[in-house]
């Protein structure tokens, strides 16, 4: 009787996972019931809980009544000899999606203590289901997400960052060619030799512009935006070559954001090399120590020897 | 007053007026104000010595005095026209560029000489010009005294206040002290003078020139026994004149790199105008209208009206706010806004002090800090795109030089270091006067090495200095080539390279000098217009 029980049991999971391939939408109770009208509500029951705890079938809540939908069959093996937890676990990271998780928030929300959560991490990452991402922020902290996603710019730092490092020989050859970009424009409106409001109008280049320059010279790997040569053309502006006015321009014109559009001009600088730092002194590392009759005094001062006999 | 202020001021009077002077001088910096017999208890020397040297100060007016109303006279020494000693040089250079050698030599004489009368000035350079120019030729007082007619008509000259005229009083005691006041009005009119005379020669080898010579420096000699003309009128150097002169410069000089040639003119037609309507310490000049400024161009410069236009339109709109448009009467009136131009003048020394000495990176952060007033650290790793450890670095060095300081924002009342803002800022007044001073004492250390290199090679110099007195002597008296060639071994050769080397050194460190007083004159002129400014 009892073989004769789970033999039943079996043929009824198996039709009833092939109903739900028929319904890769979900069929609920009453879908089965119709299709096997002999079989008892218990037997049915313990069908559907041993798929369940299977991990065949996924169990979802609808409006009608309750669903059963079969469970993707890649997902099904992965999944396959891990315990509820570690599934709990795993559907928050999924949740979370392109920006990742840390740690924290996934004890927050699955209420595990800490020491559970770390072995669940583990395990799953030696599954490979997951992955751990370096925060560009905070370059403590880890963030989790699926192993398969890529992730999100916010969290890598976008053009800037490669494997977390920051590219500063990348910015720097950015720095010079918008620079020089910038230069020969100025050059060529100063040489036109026109009425001075066309000569400066005509030095100015529009971020757009830049961008494109930069997009076709093709020294970046990596795609970048608009707002990346702002900030790059900020930088310049921080090195006192470059001068920036905003104005108004329509909608629609190219390059024009939220009715503005940012005009960039290479300048030369205002002054040259000031007195002081052509004397030693005004370099000199061991200035505040200096006093005549000391060990390091003007009479004596090394520096300016060198200086002299330059 | 600061040590480094002191130091340098008695270096300069040791310089200019020898040991005694520097002592008087020294005791009355360090001390303030004193009437004198404090004084000479204070320095150690003999009354009379300590009259003579506040003679010498008072003449070019480094000390002042006041009567102090117990009936005392004090004497306070003037710490900032004391540095000015070092500004010679560029005062008598400008007086050349402007007005040719007999502006430049009435200027030197005039320094060198603290107050003096006109007709004093004008023949002495005279006699000064005329040693200079060919055999045959001298100088005549017209051109010399137009000259000097010049210079205070521009009021690079101005006249010394002069004894009040008050009646007298039989009965009241005279003052202990004669106070000085001169009206406004009369500070740059020349009086009528009739200078007549020419330049004289100290030697002269013509004997028909010597008979002429003889016969007026008989009538000279007469003449000087009675009392010049212009008895009591004396004339000093405006230095504050001239400062304009050097900041109007430093303008023009920014506006032609920032833009370009014809800017920088008109920008300098415009100073030029208002040369003797703004007041010293404006902030704006008068405002003058385009037309004005069109009439006023120099004549080589012949662009249009609707050209200047543009440009004085460009000027207005620059982000550098140098030139302000104040109304649209005349075309458009414009004015320049002087105290901007001295700022962003500042800010530009600044951050090339910062850039020599730290390097371009760090200059970076430091103008993106002026900009944006307040930042935090990963605000300015972000900004200046510098990979975080470097930009760590170079602000912790930057904020032990106290270039750049550190502004806490707490967020509990605890200050507890984990919960607080810090943000980075730049103190612009701050960090101007602390370069100030650091320039004094640069200014100071280049004054030392240059008389120890001197007082090294003084064995050498003097007998340079006797060989030379030997030739001199031995060409007067016409001796032969071969003797003459003798007395020239007596310096050997590698002697003759020393010489040369110290020449060489003592000139670098001289021009060195003056360059660092540019950088004096800008940050001063900024300290002291912004703290004029309500």
Same mark, same amino acid.
């Given at each position: ?310 | ?28 910096? &360090? ?15 003999? $009354? ?15 000390? &002042? ?97 002069? #004894?009040?005229?008050?009646? &007298? ?6 003052? @202990? ?120 161009? @120099? ?23 140098? #030139?302000?448009?104040?109304?649209? *009467? ?39 800090? $002026? ?28 904020? *032990? ?11 509990? @009342? ?18 101007? &006067? ?26 050498? $110099? ?24 003798? #007395? ?5 050769? @590698?002697?003759?390279?020393? $010489? ?35």
């Amino acid at each position: 009787m009892q073989q004769n029980m789970t033999f039943k049991v079996l043929l009824s999971s198996c039709r009833i996972i092939e109903l739900c391939h028929q319904f890769p939408h979900g069929i609920t109770d009453q879908v089965i019931q119709n299709d096997m009208p002999h079989m008892e509500a218990q037997q049915r029951a313990v069908a559907i809980n041993r798929l369940l705890s299977m991990g065949q079938l996924d169990l979802l809540r609808s409006s009608t009544g309750l669903l059963y939908r079969i469970k993707d069959s890649q997902n099904a093996s992965k999944m396959k000899g891990s315990d509820n937890q570690e599934k709990l676990v795993y559907q928050i990271i999924e949740d979370a999606g392109n920006k990742g998780i840390w740690s924290r928030d996934i004890r927050y929300k699955s209420n595990l203590p800490l020491t559970e959560i770390n072995k669940i991490l583990k395990n799953l990452e030696s599954k490979k289901l997951i992955k751990a991402v370096k925060s560009v922020a905070a370059s403590k902290k880890k963030v989790y997400m699926l192993y398969n996603l890529q992730p999100d710019r916010s969290v890598t730092g976008g053009a800037w960052y490669s494997d977390q490092d920051f590219e500063s020989e990348f910015v720097e050859v950015l720095n010079q060619q918008c620079f020089k970009f910038l230069q020969s424009k100025a050059e060529a409106a100063r040489d036109s030799k026109q009425n001075p409001m066309i000569q400066r109008n005509s030095s100015f280049a529009s971020s757009h512009e830049v961008w494109k320059y930069i997009c076709e010279l093709g020294i970046s790997k990596v795609e970048l935006s608009m707002e990346d040569i702002e900030t790059i053309l900020n930088t310049l502006i921080y090195d006192g070559k470059v001068e920036m006015t905003i104005i108004a321009a329509k909608e629609g014109t190219v390059g024009s954001v939220d009715g503005q559009m940012r005009l960039y001009r290479a300048v030369s600088p205002l002054i040259q090399p000031t007195g002081l730092v052509r004397t030693p002194c005004g370099l000199c590392p061991v200035f505040d120590d200096c006093h005549e009759g000391g060990e390091i005094s003007p009479s004596n001062c090394i520096y300016m020897t060198e200086w002299l006999e330059f | 007053m600061t040590q480094a202020e002191l130091r340098l001021c008695s270096l300069l009077l040791r310089e200019h007026f020898g040991e005694i002077v520097e002592k008087v001088g020294n005791s009355l910096l &360090r001390t303030g104000p004193r009437p004198l017999r404090l004084l000479v208890g204070d320095t150690g020397l003999l $009354l009379d010595q300590v009259k003579k040297a506040l003679c010498v100060l008072i003449q070019h007016n480094l000390v &002042r005095y006041e009567v102090q109303p117990r009936g005392s006279v004090e004497y306070e020494a003037q710490s900032k026209r004391i540095l000015r000693l070092l500004r010679y040089p560029r005062y008598i250079y400008t007086a050349k560029t402007l007005y040719g050698d007999p502006g430049e030599l009435l200027v030197e004489e005039l320094l060198l000489h603290g107050h003096l009368p006109m007709s004093c000035a004008v023949a002495r350079v005279a006699d000064r010009l005329t040693e200079t120019m060919e055999d045959g030729k001298t100088m005549d007082y017209t051109e010399v005294s137009s000259t000097f007619v010049r210079l205070a008509d521009t009021h690079f000259i101005q006249r010394c206040p002069i #004894v009040a005229e008050s009646p &007298r009083n039989t009965k009241a005691p005279p003052p @202990p002290a004669p106070a000085l006041a001169i009206a406004e009005k009369d500070m740059y009119t020349v009086p009528r003078l009739s200078l007549i005379g020419k330049g004289k020669r100290r030697h002269s080898c013509d004997e028909e020139e010597e008979g002429e010579h003889k016969a007026k420096r008989q009538k000279q000699e007469g003449g000087s026994s009675e009392t010049p003309p212009d008895d009591g009128i004396y004339w000093q150097v405006n230095l504050e004149r001239f400062h304009q002169h050097f900041r109007d410069q430093a303008l023009v000089s920014a506006v032609a790199s920032r833009m370009d040639q014809t800017s920088s003119e008109v920008v300098r037609t415009m100073l030029r105008m208002s040369e003797v309507t703004t007041a010293s310490g404006a902030s704006h000049t008068q405002p003058l209208s385009s037309n004005e400024i069109f009439r006023s161009l @120099p004549a080589g410069y012949n662009i249009g009206k609707q050209v200047l236009d543009q440009y004085l339109a460009l000027l207005a709109d620059d982000p550098l706010e140098f #030139v302000g448009k104040s109304g649209d *009467s005349g075309g458009g009136t414009y004015t320049v806004n002087l105290h901007k131009a001295l700022v962003s003048l500042a800010t530009a020394t600044l951050e090339s002090i910062v850039e020599e000495r730290f390097g371009s990176r760090c200059a970076r952060i430091f103008r993106l800090l $002026l900009r944006k007033k307040h930042l935090e650290q990963k605000q300015v790793e972000d900004f200046a795109m510098i990979p975080a450890k470097e930009a760590k670095d170079m602000l912790y060095r930057m904020l *032990s030089e106290n270039l750049v300081s550190l502004q806490e924002i707490p967020k509990t @009342p605890d200050h507890a270091p984990s919960r607080t803002f810090y943000l980075y800022t730049v103190n612009v007044m701050a960090a101007a &006067r602390m370069l100030l001073h650091r320039c004094y004492k640069s200014v100071a250390n280049l004054m030392e090495r240059r008389q120890y290199e001197m007082r090294e090679n003084k064995r050498l $110099l003097e007998k340079s200095q006797r060989v030379e007195a030997i030739l001199a002597s031995m060409q007067a008296t016409g001796a032969e080539a071969a003797q003459l060639h003798e #007395v020239e071994e007596m310096i050997t050769g @590698p002697e003759r390279q020393q $010489l040369e080397n110290l020449k060489r050194n003592v000139n670098k460190i001289d021009a060195s000098e003056n360059q660092v007083d540019e950088t004096i004159f800008v940050l001063e002129s900024f300290i002291e217009s912004t703290m004029k400014r309500p």
